[in-house]
């Protein structure tokens, strides 16, 4: 089974700075998805970015980019230019590529606390 | 990106009584549901995957008796809390995805659920 652990509960940062979150993997397969929600206090589940393992070049989106090491297990998140609407719950999450037995749900780690100081 | 509505976004039932959730795909065809829990404060945990017209594949530790999960249409998946006890108020929360493919996974807004 896979597990993800993300080892900072809690992160602060000022507002315009840049954060990194950190998120590290355990698994036996050799292609899969990464992922990064954000749960802001209205829970509801929003994609940051997302990572395929077959693919070396790190995935961007706007402010928010990834650093992505298959031989290390690690995904780890960066913010740049934080700004108030990013305070949330940071999740990392894995899926594997294979369908059914419910063996492409996904797997999330427990989570971070993202708070921006103004 | 593509819209799921849950309903309701809060209810709270007696001990003893059954409840309904409903996970809706509102503008594409979802072959798969996922049901996820989330405890405060904590991680979100898959329940169950199911696909449309077939029984539901439920996670190890989860009641299938107790979480019944109907997929009955491409479009709306169905948890049912059985004999709802205190210790099953949580943060239920569904996805739908369109194929089996590399595509994302939607997210509902999720149900606080509150057994007295």
């Known amino acids: 089974a896979q597990t993800v652990t993300q080892s900072q509960p809690e992160m602060s940062v000022q507002e315009a700075e840049t954060v990194t979150l950190s998120c590290t993997y355990d698994?036996?397969?050799?292609?899969?998805?990464l992922f990064w929600y954000k749960q802001p206090p209205s829970r509801q589940m929003i994609l940051v970015i997302r990572q395929e393992a077959y693919k070396q070049q790190n995935a961007t989106e706007n402010r928010f980019s990834v650093n992505f090491q298959k031989a290390a297990k690690s995904f780890s998140l960066k913010i740049s230019d934080s700004q108030l609407g990013d305070a949330a719950m940071y999740f990392c999450a894995y899926r594997s590529p294979y369908s059914g037995g419910g063996a492409d749900g996904l797997t999330f780690g427990k989570g971070t606390h993202l708070i921006i100081q103004p | 990106g593509a819209v799921v509505s849950q309903h309701p976004s809060r209810v709270i039932c007696k001990s003893g009584t059954s409840v309904k959730i409903e996970c809706r795909s509102l503008?594409?065809?979802?072959?798969?549901m996922f049901w996820y829990r989330q405890f405060p404060k904590q991680s979100l945990m898959l329940m169950a995957t199911?696909?449309?017209?077939?029984?539901?594949?439920?996670e190890q530790g989860v009641e299938k008796d107790k979480f019944l999960i109907n997929h009955a249409s491409l479009t709306l998946s169905t948890l049912t809390v059985t004999s709802a006890h205190p210790e099953d108020s949580s943060f239920y929360i569904c996805s739908a995805r369109e194929d089996s493919s590399n595509t994302e996974a939607f997210f509902g807004q999720g149900t606080r659920l509150t057994v007295v």
């Open positions: 199911s696909n449309e017209g077939s029984k539901a594949t439920y």
């Open positions: 503008d594409f065809q979802a072959t798969t």
């Open positions: 698994t036996s397969e050799s292609d899969y998805y």
